[in-house]
Protein backbone atom coordinates (compact mmCIF):
# COMPACT_ATOMS: atom_id res chain seq x y z
CA UNK A 1 0.00 0.00 0.00
CA UNK A 2 1.45 3.21 -1.05
CA UNK A 3 2.15 5.40 1.31
CA UNK A 4 3.34 9.30 1.22
CA UNK A 5 5.28 11.30 4.15
CA UNK A 6 6.29 14.21 4.51
CA UNK A 7 8.76 15.68 6.64
CA UNK A 8 8.99 17.97 8.37
CA UNK A 9 5.74 18.61 9.49
CA UNK A 10 6.37 22.69 10.22
CA UNK A 11 8.57 25.13 9.05
CA UNK A 12 9.91 28.62 10.19
CA UNK A 13 12.08 30.40 8.40
CA UNK A 14 13.38 33.91 8.03
CA UNK A 15 12.18 35.89 4.83
CA UNK A 16 14.97 35.20 2.28
CA UNK A 17 16.45 32.06 2.99
CA UNK A 18 16.46 29.73 0.59
CA UNK A 19 14.62 25.86 1.50
CA UNK A 20 13.95 22.23 1.06
CA UNK A 21 10.69 20.31 2.02
CA UNK A 22 11.13 16.64 1.47
CA UNK A 23 8.34 13.82 0.43
CA UNK A 24 9.06 10.00 0.51
CA UNK A 25 7.23 7.55 -0.68
CA UNK A 26 6.63 3.48 -0.38
CA UNK A 27 6.18 1.97 -3.85
CA UNK A 28 8.16 3.24 -6.62
CA UNK A 29 5.45 2.18 -9.58
CA UNK A 30 3.81 5.66 -9.51
CA UNK A 31 2.85 7.53 -12.55
CA UNK A 32 3.75 11.23 -11.38
CA UNK A 33 4.65 13.10 -8.16
CA UNK A 34 2.48 16.51 -8.03
CA UNK A 35 3.21 19.48 -5.54
CA UNK A 36 0.91 21.49 -4.33
CA UNK A 37 0.00 24.71 -1.99
CA UNK A 38 -2.72 25.22 -0.42
CA UNK A 39 -3.67 28.26 1.63
CA UNK A 40 -6.04 28.09 4.76
CA UNK A 41 -9.60 26.79 3.74
CA UNK A 42 -8.86 26.66 0.66
CA UNK A 43 -8.70 24.52 -2.33
CA UNK A 44 -5.00 23.01 -3.64
CA UNK A 45 -3.02 25.16 -6.48
CA UNK A 46 -0.47 22.83 -8.46
CA UNK A 47 2.72 23.68 -8.49
CA UNK A 48 4.87 21.05 -10.12
CA UNK A 49 4.66 17.86 -11.59
CA UNK A 50 6.79 15.22 -12.45
CA UNK A 51 6.24 12.53 -14.55
CA UNK A 52 8.10 9.08 -13.44
CA UNK A 53 10.14 9.39 -16.64
CA UNK A 54 11.72 12.70 -15.16
CA UNK A 55 14.28 13.73 -12.50
CA UNK A 56 13.31 17.46 -12.05
CA UNK A 57 11.29 20.78 -12.85
CA UNK A 58 11.32 24.04 -12.23
CA UNK A 59 9.01 26.84 -11.90
CA UNK A 60 10.36 30.54 -11.28
CA UNK A 61 11.79 30.01 -7.66
CA UNK A 62 10.64 26.28 -7.27
CA UNK A 63 12.27 23.44 -8.30
CA UNK A 64 11.33 20.11 -7.64
CA UNK A 65 13.19 16.56 -8.22
CA UNK A 66 12.57 13.18 -7.94
CA UNK A 67 14.55 9.86 -7.13
CA UNK A 68 11.94 7.46 -8.09
CA UNK A 69 14.14 4.60 -7.35
CA UNK A 70 14.83 5.77 -3.79
CA UNK A 71 11.17 6.71 -2.97
CA UNK A 72 12.01 10.80 -2.61
CA UNK A 73 11.11 14.32 -3.67
CA UNK A 74 12.19 17.49 -2.61
CA UNK A 75 11.19 20.81 -2.92
CA UNK A 76 13.17 23.75 -2.90
CA UNK A 77 12.07 27.27 -3.23
CA UNK A 78 14.83 29.94 -3.29
CA UNK A 79 15.26 33.38 -1.90
CA UNK A 80 11.13 32.75 0.00
CA UNK A 81 8.96 35.36 0.64
CA UNK A 82 6.11 35.93 3.40
CA UNK A 83 3.58 34.98 0.43
CA UNK A 84 5.22 31.29 0.18
CA UNK A 85 3.79 30.77 3.79
CA UNK A 86 1.06 28.36 2.94
CA UNK A 87 0.82 24.22 3.46
CA UNK A 88 2.84 22.32 0.80
CA UNK A 89 1.53 18.89 -0.13
CA UNK A 90 3.40 16.38 -1.90
CA UNK A 91 1.18 13.60 -3.96
CA UNK A 92 2.03 10.69 -5.82
CA UNK A 93 -0.36 9.11 -8.62
CA UNK A 94 -0.14 5.29 -8.37
CA UNK A 95 -0.71 2.75 -10.78
CA UNK A 96 -4.35 2.61 -10.17
CA UNK A 97 -4.57 6.39 -10.76
CA UNK A 98 -5.17 6.81 -7.04
CA UNK A 99 -3.46 10.26 -6.44
CA UNK A 100 -2.19 9.66 -2.67
CA UNK A 101 -0.98 12.38 -0.60
CA UNK A 102 1.61 13.06 2.34
CA UNK A 103 0.23 15.02 5.48
CA UNK A 104 1.93 18.06 3.74
CA UNK A 105 4.43 20.90 5.59
CA UNK A 106 2.93 24.51 7.02
CA UNK A 107 5.39 26.49 6.10
CA UNK A 108 5.98 30.19 7.83
CA UNK A 109 7.85 32.58 6.25
CA UNK A 110 8.88 35.30 8.75
CA UNK A 111 9.04 38.40 7.57
CA UNK B 1 -10.50 29.09 -18.91
CA UNK B 2 -12.44 28.43 -16.11
CA UNK B 3 -11.25 25.73 -13.63
CA UNK B 4 -12.95 23.76 -11.30
CA UNK B 5 -15.90 24.77 -9.72
CA UNK B 6 -17.44 23.75 -6.94
CA UNK B 7 -20.70 24.27 -5.20
CA UNK B 8 -21.70 25.26 -2.82
CA UNK B 9 -18.79 26.20 -1.15
CA UNK B 10 -20.50 25.86 2.58
CA UNK B 11 -23.03 23.44 3.95
CA UNK B 12 -24.46 22.76 7.24
CA UNK B 13 -27.06 20.21 7.96
CA UNK B 14 -28.08 17.99 10.67
CA UNK B 15 -27.09 14.01 11.17
CA UNK B 16 -29.04 12.02 9.60
CA UNK B 17 -29.27 13.98 6.65
CA UNK B 18 -28.34 13.36 3.00
CA UNK B 19 -26.28 15.71 1.01
CA UNK B 20 -25.07 16.16 -2.86
CA UNK B 21 -21.99 18.34 -3.92
CA UNK B 22 -21.60 19.21 -7.53
CA UNK B 23 -18.20 19.45 -9.43
CA UNK B 24 -17.74 21.26 -13.02
CA UNK B 25 -14.19 20.21 -14.10
CA UNK B 26 -12.51 22.36 -16.34
CA UNK B 27 -13.90 21.97 -19.77
CA UNK B 28 -12.33 19.69 -21.88
CA UNK B 29 -11.62 17.54 -18.69
CA UNK B 30 -12.84 13.61 -18.36
CA UNK B 31 -11.73 13.01 -15.44
CA UNK B 32 -13.19 13.75 -11.83
CA UNK B 33 -12.00 12.84 -8.56
CA UNK B 34 -13.11 13.23 -5.06
CA UNK B 35 -11.01 13.55 -2.00
CA UNK B 36 -11.99 14.37 1.76
CA UNK B 37 -10.10 16.31 4.28
CA UNK B 38 -9.84 16.74 7.15
CA UNK B 39 -7.20 17.51 10.33
CA UNK B 40 -6.45 14.27 11.50
CA UNK B 41 -6.60 12.13 7.96
CA UNK B 42 -5.63 14.54 5.41
CA UNK B 43 -6.30 14.23 2.27
CA UNK B 44 -7.81 10.72 1.45
CA UNK B 45 -9.09 9.21 -1.82
CA UNK B 46 -12.94 8.80 -2.19
CA UNK B 47 -13.90 7.97 -5.90
CA UNK B 48 -12.69 8.53 -9.80
CA UNK B 49 -14.74 8.96 -12.98
CA UNK B 50 -14.13 9.31 -16.24
CA UNK B 51 -16.25 9.07 -19.16
CA UNK B 52 -19.16 8.59 -16.57
CA UNK B 53 -17.73 5.30 -15.02
CA UNK B 54 -16.08 4.69 -11.99
CA UNK B 55 -12.47 3.68 -12.45
CA UNK B 56 -11.51 4.31 -8.22
CA UNK B 57 -12.84 3.96 -5.26
CA UNK B 58 -11.24 4.54 -1.95
CA UNK B 59 -11.62 2.90 1.44
CA UNK B 60 -15.22 4.67 2.61
CA UNK B 61 -18.53 3.00 3.11
CA UNK B 62 -21.11 2.83 0.64
CA UNK B 63 -22.73 6.12 2.15
CA UNK B 64 -20.71 7.74 0.05
CA UNK B 65 -21.43 7.69 -3.74
CA UNK B 66 -20.97 9.62 -6.58
CA UNK B 67 -21.46 9.72 -10.27
CA UNK B 68 -20.30 12.02 -13.61
CA UNK B 69 -22.77 13.05 -16.56
CA UNK B 70 -22.22 12.35 -20.02
CA UNK B 71 -20.90 16.57 -19.47
CA UNK B 72 -17.97 15.03 -17.16
CA UNK B 73 -19.97 16.92 -14.48
CA UNK B 74 -19.41 14.99 -11.14
CA UNK B 75 -21.93 14.65 -8.11
CA UNK B 76 -20.97 13.11 -4.62
CA UNK B 77 -23.77 11.85 -2.39
CA UNK B 78 -23.60 11.01 1.44
CA UNK B 79 -26.40 9.30 2.87
CA UNK B 80 -27.11 9.47 6.53
CA UNK B 81 -24.71 11.94 7.71
CA UNK B 82 -22.19 11.40 10.42
CA UNK B 83 -20.29 14.17 12.54
CA UNK B 84 -17.60 12.47 11.75
CA UNK B 85 -18.36 13.58 7.72
CA UNK B 86 -17.78 17.11 8.91
CA UNK B 87 -14.82 17.95 6.24
CA UNK B 88 -13.24 19.53 3.53
CA UNK B 89 -14.28 17.90 0.27
CA UNK B 90 -12.25 18.63 -2.56
CA UNK B 91 -12.71 17.81 -6.86
CA UNK B 92 -9.75 17.33 -8.99
CA UNK B 93 -10.03 17.33 -13.09
CA UNK B 94 -7.79 15.93 -15.21
CA UNK B 95 -7.89 15.43 -19.25
CA UNK B 96 -7.00 12.01 -19.36
CA UNK B 97 -6.56 8.90 -17.04
CA UNK B 98 -3.80 6.88 -16.41
CA UNK B 99 -0.89 8.60 -18.23
CA UNK B 100 2.25 10.08 -16.70
CA UNK B 101 1.84 13.29 -17.58
CA UNK B 102 -1.32 14.13 -16.76
CA UNK B 103 -1.91 17.38 -14.24
CA UNK B 104 -4.45 17.39 -11.93
CA UNK B 105 -6.26 20.70 -11.03
CA UNK B 106 -8.41 21.02 -8.01
CA UNK B 107 -11.59 22.65 -7.23
CA UNK B 108 -11.78 25.47 -4.00
CA UNK B 109 -13.22 22.90 -2.08
CA UNK B 110 -16.72 22.21 -0.30
CA UNK B 111 -16.85 22.71 3.45
CA UNK B 112 -19.23 20.17 4.96
CA UNK B 113 -20.31 21.03 8.81
CA UNK B 114 -22.34 18.38 9.97
CA UNK B 115 -24.12 19.19 13.62
Known amino acids: KQEVTQIPAALSVPEGENLVLNCSFTDSAIYNLQWFRQDPGKGLTSLLL?????REQTSGRLNASLDKSSGRSTLYIAASQPGDSATYLC??????????FGKGTRLHILP | KAGVTQTPRYLIKTRGQQVTLSCSPI?????VSWYQQTPGQGLQFLFEYFSETQRNKGNFPGRFSGRQFSNSRSEMNVSTLELGDSALYLCASSSFAGTANTEAFFGQGTRLTVV
Open chain 1, 91 to 100: AVKDRDDKII
Open chain 1, 50 to 54: IQSSQ
Open chain 2, 27 to 31: SGHRS
